[in-house]
C-alpha cells in the first residue's frame, strides 16, 4: 500500500468473500449449542445464495457438526478461534482489489470479560488464509465497535472506545489518530452508550449503522417497556444533531430469555453483502414492521429476516459474527 491513502470501505460495497463463525465452546451457549447452529446454518445457507460464504472452524468436532449441517453450501477452514465473534477478533480489512490490507488490532475479551483459547490468534489466520499483508496495531479495538460510510466518516460510542477496560492511557483525542492512521478516515462520530446489558460495552452495531454515504440508521423505541427507550432518542438525537441523514426503525423492544432481564437484541445487527441484507428477528411483533421498512431503504437488495435468538443466547446476532472480505 506504499504511496496510497489506507481507506475503509464502507459494507455495501462488493464482497470476494463472507466469513463466519461456528460455535464449538458448549459451555458459552448455555451448555447446549443446538440452537446457535440451527441459527447460523440458515443464515449461511440464505448468504450463500449472493456470495461466497466461509466458515472459521476451531475444532475436530466443530468441523463434523458444520459438514452435517451446511455440506457444500460454504468452504470449511481451519482456524484458532475461541467462539464465533469474527467481528471482533478478526481483522478489519482496508483497501480494495489490490491494495487490500489486513489491520490486526489488539483484542482482550471484550474488557477482559471473556477470555477464550484462540481468540487472540484469529485475525491473523484470517487474514493468511485470505492472503492479506498484516499491519498490526497496539490499539485495542474490536470491528463492532466502529461503523464506516466509505467516505471517511466512522461511528463509534464512548462507552465502548473509551472504556478504562480497553486503551486506559490514551484519550479521545489519541484514540481518534489511532484510528485516523490505521483505518483512513477523517471524521469520527461519538454516540454515548450502547443497549442494556450488552457485555461488549456498548458496540455501535448494535445501535446505529451507515447504509449510505452520510446516511445512518438507528432504532426508535418498541413498546412501552422497550428497556433501551432514553438510550435510543439520545442515539438519534445526536446523529441528527452531527448533520448525518437519519432513517430509524423500530427496536425488537423488551426481549428476555424467562428471567425478567432484557438482553440486547437488536435489528441493527444485519449484515450487508453482496445483493444482501441479513437482518436477525427475534419473535418479536415489530420484526415486520422492521423489514418492511428495511426494504425500502435497501432497494436492489433483497432483505431477508432470519430467526436469531439461539445466536443471541451467547450474546450477539449475525453482524457480530460476520466479516467480510472487500472484494
Known amino acids: 500500500?506504499?504511496?496510497?491513502?489506507?481507506?475503509?470501505?464502507?459494507?455495501?460495497?462488493?464482497?470476494?468473500?463472507?466469513?463466519?463463525?461456528?460455535?464449538?465452546?458448549?459451555?458459552?451457549?448455555?451448555?447446549?449449542?443446538?440452537?446457535?447452529?440451527?441459527?447460523?446454518?440458515?443464515?449461511?445457507?440464505?448468504?450463500?445464495?449472493?456470495?461466497?460464504?466461509?466458515?472459521?472452524?476451531?475444532?475436530?468436532?466443530?468441523?463434523?457438526?458444520?459438514?452435517?449441517?451446511l455440506g457444500g453450501a460454504a468452504d470449511l477452514v481451519r482456524l484458532p478461534t475461541g467462539d464465533i465473534w469474527l467481528r471482533d477478533t478478526g481483522?478489519?480489512?482496508?483497501?480494495?482489489?489490490?491494495?487490500?490490507?489486513?489491520?490486526?488490532?489488539?483484542?482482550?475479551?471484550?474488557?477482559?470479560?471473556y477470555l477464550m483459547d484462540g481468540d487472540t490468534g484469529t485475525a491473523a489466520a484470517l487474514a493468511a488464509a485470505e492472503l492479506l499483508p498484516v499491519h498490526a496495531h497496539d490499539l485495542v479495538l474490536e470491528g463492532g465497535g466502529i461503523d464506516a460510510d466509505g467516505e471517511g466518516r466512522l461511528l463509534t460510542t464512548r462507552q465502548c472506545l473509551l472504556n478504562a477496560n480497553r486503551n486506559p492511557g490514551l484519550n479521545q483525542d489519541q484514540i481518534e489518530g489511532h484510528l485516523r492512521a490505521a483505518l483512513g478516515v477523517e471524521e469520527i462520530i461519538w454516540l454515548g452508550d450502547g443497549l442494556a446489558n450488552d457485555h461488549t460495552d456498548g458496540h455501535v452495531d448494535n445501535i446505529a449503522r451507515f447504509i449510505g454515504p452520510g446516511h445512518v440508521l438507528c432504532q426508535h423505541p418498541a413498546g412501552l417497556d422497550d428497556p433501551n427507550t432514553d438510550v435510543l432518542i439520545e442515539i438519534e438525537r445526536t446523529l441528527t444533531g452531527a448533520g448525518l441523514m437519519v432513517s430509524s426503525i423500530p427496536s425488537p423492544g423488551r426481549i428476555d430469555f424467562g428471567d425478567g432481564v432484557p438482553v440486547p437484541a437488536s435489528h441493527m445487527n444485519f449484515t450487508i453483502t453482496n445483493g444482501a441484507v441479513l437482518v436477525p428477528i427475534y419473535e418479536d411483533r415489530y420484526s415486520a414492521v422492521a423489514l418492511a421498512e428495511l426494504k425500502a431503504l435497501f432497494p436492489g437488495r433483497e432483505v431477508i429476516g432470519l430467526p436469531a435468538r439461539g445466536i443471541l443466547a451467547g450474546g450477539g446476532s449475525f453482524h457480530c459474527m460476520t466479516r467480510e472480505i472487500p472484494a
Open 1 to 69: 500500500m506504499t504511496g496510497l491513502k489506507t481507506f475503509l470501505a464502507p459494507e455495501w460495497a462488493p464482497h470476494a468473500a463472507l466469513w463466519a463463525g461456528w460455535p464449538r465452546l458448549a459451555e458459552e451457549w448455555g451448555g447446549d449449542l443446538t440452537a446457535a447452529r440451527t441459527d447460523i446454518a440458515a443464515f449461511i445457507h440464505a448468504a450463500a445464495r449472493h456470495v461466497k460464504v466461509k466458515v472459521a472452524i476451531g475444532s475436530d468436532e466443530a468441523v463434523v457438526s458444520a459438514q452435517a449441517a
Open 91 to 113: 481483522p478489519i480489512v482496508t483497501g480494495a482489489g489490490a491494495t487490500r490490507a489486513a489491520q490486526v488490532f489488539r483484542f482482550n475479551g471484550w474488557g477482559g470479560k
